[in-house]
Nanobody, 124 residues
């Protein structure tokens, strides 16, 4: 079983950038499809980005497309999420999820394993 831990959140000014990390322990991250989601107060969890276990395919939510990049460092057992041109609406708790089951849908909020989340606050 894999354990996930997110980090890198904090207070950022609008227009700035940040890079979040999702570090895995227990098993290699390269065995899993990894997704990033976020949840703002009073709202449902929203898909941000995902990467296939092979590293060959990436997926992005409409709200971040064009200013977001997901990447993986297998040696560090870490998946990164970088978001540029941050907007106030990006304020949320960001979670990473891992899934190794058949029929994985990147944007479906149904990952088998989740981290505890990291808070991102964008000041306008």
């Amino acid at each position: 079983q894999v354990q996930l831990a997110e980090s890198g959140g904090g207070l950022v000014q609008a227009g700035g950038s940040l890079r979040l990390s999702c570090v895995a322990s227990g098993r290699a991250l390269s065995m899993y499809n990894i997704g990033w989601f976020r949840q703002a107060p009073g709202k449902a969890r929203q898909f941000v980005a995902a990467i296939h276990w092979s590293g060959d395919s990436t997926y992005y939510g409409e709200s971040v497309k064009g200013r977001c990049a997901i990447s993986r460092d297998s040696a560090e057992n870490t998946v990164y999420l970088r978001i540029d041109n941050l907007e106030f609406e990006d304020t949320a708790i960001y979670y990473c999820g891992a899934d190794d089951r058949r029929g994985w849908v990147p944007w479906a909020d149904e990952y088998a394993y989740w981290g505890q989340g990291t808070q991102v606050t964008v000041s306008s």
